[in-house]
């Protein structure tokens, strides 16, 4: 029940007049209110540029497909209306794995972990985020613990890159609403 009334809360979004963006290069976010008594959010995150819109730690600089994630752990750090449920979308363009072996993970928000996910390259990962993970002030601090990030030197002795790589993030994107008091 709940994923139809955040289905419908969604499309509803797509089709309120009154909204609120804000756009930079890197960055797109609207908020779409309704009589309905649900805002609905949207935001977009642009890691190919060399300003993303969004706290960030654990990751190289930037590289024409996006940023690698260099560490056993990396943070991706959001703003959201306080109790919003989200939903996070992350552009996975690479990973640092043979091809049939998943890059294993768990993603925690605010210190509670929410899931595990076994990625495989240039796909769609996508993390629901409940209201419960919210920070009272509206901040969501995903962090991405990566079970056998490697040197790509591990599967290709000729390449030398000291790098502990997981994942290569072209792009984040967040959907969510929240109701009004």
Not at 46 to 57: E, N, R, T, Y
Not at 73 to 91: G, Q
Not at 96 to 101: D, G, L, R, S
């Amino acid at each position: 029940m709940k994923s139809v009334i955040y289905a419908l809360g969604m499309a509803l979004a797509l089709c309120c007049c009154s909204t609120k963006e804000e756009n930079t290069q890197s960055s797109a976010s609207s908020e779409a209110k309704s009589d309905t008594g649900v805002n609905h959010l949207y935001s977009f995150f642009d890691f190919c540029s060399d300003d993303p819109g969004c706290g960030f730690s654990g990751f190289s600089d930037k590289e024409s497909f996006g940023r690698w994630s260099c560490t056993d752990t990396a943070t991706i750090e959001l703003m959201v209306a306080p109790k919003a449920e989200i939903t996070v979308k992350l552009d996975v363009n690479r990973v640092m794995c043979p091809e049939n072996v998943a890059l294993e993970m768990n993603v925690e928000v605010n210190g509670e972990k929410v899931s595990h996910y076994s990625v495989f390259g240039n796909s769609s990962v996508y993390v629901n985020v409940p209201k419960e993970n919210i920070g009272a002030d509206g901040s969501a601090r995903l962090m991405f613990i990566f079970e056998n990030a490697a040197q790509p030197g591990k599967y290709n002795p000729e390449n030398k890159d000291p790098r502990k790589l997981g994942f290569a993030l072209s792009g984040v994107t967040v959907y969510g609403y929240c109701l009004k008091n």
